[in-house]
C-alpha cells in the first residue's frame, strides 16, 4: 500500500511513501513499550526540559511546517504560522504546568491520611485529521509525554510528510528514540495497534464514522478513548449585536482553514431585527476573500483538501437547495486545476431539514432567520452535534444565560470558537466525549490512584 502526498492546489503527487507492514508496527510498539519502562520513572524536571525544546524547534522551524502543512492539505501560510506557534504554545503550557497538574491531591475525611496520585500507564494511540495536521497531534502529544506515557500518531493518509515531521521534532528535541514514533499505516490496521498490551487508550480526532469505528474497537478491548469529533456550531447574532465584529469573526470561523475545521461556526443563527444587515455585511466580507494559492502570504482561503471532499461538499450544497434554500454565494465547483471550493452562503433552509442533521465540512454558511431568543436557542439545539458555540450580544449578563441553554461542549460570547491551552475542549452527542486540554486533559491519560493511610 502506498501513501501519497497530493498537493490540493494543484492535485499532483508531492511524495510517496510504503505502508508499514503489520510486522514493522509490532516491532515499533514493542521498542516503545521498552522505552516507556524507562521514560515513566524520568523526573517531571526532565520531561519539561524536553518539552521546552521542542517548543524551540517548532517555533525555529515554522516557515519549514507552514511549507509542509501548505503543500500537503492546502492550509494558508499566514494560516500554517499562527498554528506552528500554537504547538509551540502547548509545549511550553504542559512544561511549566505538568508537574503542578499531576501532583498528589490531599483528601480530607477519607482516614487518617488520604491523598490522589496520578500515574502514567503506558502507551497512547493517537489517531489523527488533516485539517490541523501539527496542532491536533501536539495537544494530545505534550499533554501525554508530560505525564509520563508514549504516543504512538497513526496520522491521516495525506499528510504523512507532516507526521514524520513531528516525530522528528520530537527526537531532535532529545525524547527518546521511542517515545513518540509516527506509524504510517492505513485504517484497516489500527485495530493491530490497539491489540497491542503496552496500548492502554486512543485519542481520536476526525469524523463521526471514524470515532464509531475506533471507540467500537477500543471498547471491545476494554481500552479507553477520547473522541473529538465533528460540529455544527451555532453562531447566533442578537438584536443589540456589534455587528461589525460579529461579521469579521464570522467570515474568520466559517471560511478560515477553507471551512475545514470542526469548531467553525457553520449555521448562523440571525434575530430577524438585525437579518437583513448581517446577510448584506456577511456577504460583502465574503466577496472580500481572496482564494488562491496557499503559498501565497496574501491569500485568504486555499483549495480543500481533497477531490472527494469537495465534492461530497458539494453533493450536500445541493441538497441545500433541494430543502428549499437559496444561494447566495458560491455553490459550485469551479473550472481550472486544484481542489478550490468558493465562498458560500445559502439561506431560507428549514431548520428541520435533513441537511441540517450533517456537518458541512468545507466553506459553506447556512443562515437561519429567528424572531425570538427560545427560537435562536431551539434551533441552535436542533442537531445531533454539540462541540461549540457562539452568541454575539452587548448585553453580555442575557447572552451568559442564553449560553447556558446551549447543548454544547464550550460556549464563547463574543469571541471566536476556539481551543485555548487553558480550557478543556471537547464535545458531547456525536461530536464525541473526553476533554483535551487544561488539567483535564492531561488527567485523561493517567491512572488516578487515591492512596489512603488509616
Known amino acids: 500500500m502506498s501513501i501519497q502526498s497530493v498537493n490540493p492546489a494543484t492535485g499532483e503527487v508531492a511524495a510517496s511513501f510504503e505502508a508499514y507492514s503489520d510486522e514493522k508496527v509490532q516491532s515499533i510498539l514493542n521498542d516503545v513499550a521498552g522505552e516507556w519502562l524507562i521514560w515513566k520513572g524520568k523526573a517531571f524536571a526532565e520531561r519539561a526540559g524536553l518539552l521546552k525544546k521542542a517548543a524551540e524547534l517548532l517555533r525555529s522551524r515554522s516557515s519549514k511546517l507552514t511549507e509542509l502543512m501548505a503543500l500537503e492539505m492546502g492550509k494558508p501560510i499566514s494560516q500554517g504560522e499562527g498554528e506552528a506557534n500554537k504547538c509551540a504554545l502547548v509545549c511550553d503550557y504542559y512544561a511549566d504546568k505538568g508537574e503542578e497538574m499531576l501532583a498528589p491531591t490531599p483528601v480530607e475525611g477519607a482516614g487518617r491520611k488520604a491523598y490522589i496520585t496520578y500515574e502514567p500507564l503506558g502507551t497512547v494511540l493517537t489517531v489523527m485529521p488533516w485539517n490541523f495536521p501539527f496542532w491536533q497531534v501536539l495537544r494530545i502529544a505534550a499533554p501525554s ?3 509520563g506515557n508514549a504516543v504512538v500518531l497513526k496520522h491521516a493518509s495525506n499528510v504523512p510528510q507532516c507526521a514524520l515531521a513531528i516525530e522528528e521534532i520530537f527526537k531532535d528535541a532529545g525524547f527518546p528514540e521511542n517515545i513518540f514514533r509516527t506509524l504510517l499505516i492505513g485504517a484497516r490496521q489500527v485495530e493491530s495497534v490497539l491489540d497491542h498490551e503496552s ?8 469524523s463521526e464514522f471514524a470515532g464509531q469505528k475506533v471507540a467500537s474497537a477500543a471498547g471491545a478491548r476494554l481500552k479507553k478513548s477520547v473522541m473529538e469529533l465533528g460540529g455544527s456550531d451555532p453562531f447566533i447574532v442578537l438584536d443589540d449585536a456589534d455587528l461589525d465584529e460579529a461579521v469579521k469573526i464570522a467570515t474568520l470561523s466559517r471560511y478560515g482553514n477553507a471551512g475545514q475545521t470542526c469548531i467553525a461556526a457553520k449555521r448562523f443563527i440571525v434575530m430577524d431585527g438585525v437579518y437583513d444587515e448581517f446577510i448584506s455585511r456577511f456577504a460583502d466580507s465574503m466577496d472580500a476573500l481572496k482564494v488562491g494559492d496557499p503559498l501565497d502570504r496574501n491569500t485568504d482561503m486555499g483549495p480543500m483538501s481533497s477531490g472527494k471532499l469537495r465534492q461530497e ?3 450536500q450544497v445541493d441538497r441545500c437547495l433541494a430543502a428549499g434554500g437559496k444561494v447566495l454565494r458560491g455553490g459550485s465547483i ?14 431560507d433552509i428549514l431548520p428541520d431539514a435533513d441537511i441540517c442533521q450533517e456537518e458541512l ?3 459553506v454558511a447556512m443562515v437561519f432567520r429567528v424572531s425570538s431568543v427560545d427560537e435562536a436557542v431551539s434551533v441552535a439545539n436542533s442537531t445531533p452535534f454539540g462541540l461549540g458555540g457562539s452568541i454575539w450580544s452587548k448585553d453580555e449578563n442575557m447572552a451568559e444565560k442564553v449560553a447556558a441553554r446551549i447543548r454544547t461542549g464550550c460556549v464563547f460570547i463574543n469571541s471566536l470558537v476556539r481551543s485555548d491551552v487553558n480550557l478543556p475542549f471537547g464535545g458531547i452527542g456525536l461530536s464525541g466525549y473526553g476533554r483535551e486540554l487544561g488539567t483535564y486533559g492531561i488527567r485523561e491519560f493517567v491512572n488516578v490512584k487515591p492512596i489512603c493511610i488509616g
Not at 496500548?199 to 476526525?206: D, E, H
Open 199 to 206: 496500548v492502554f487508550a486512543v485519542s481520536l480526532t476526525g
Open 361 to 363: 465540512f468545507g466553506p
Open 334 to 347: 469551479p473550472e481550472g486545476i486544484g481542489y478550490y471550493y468558493p465562498p458560500t452562503l445559502v439561506t
Open 313 to 315: 461538499l458539494q453533493e
Open 145 to 147: 509525554l508530560m505525564a
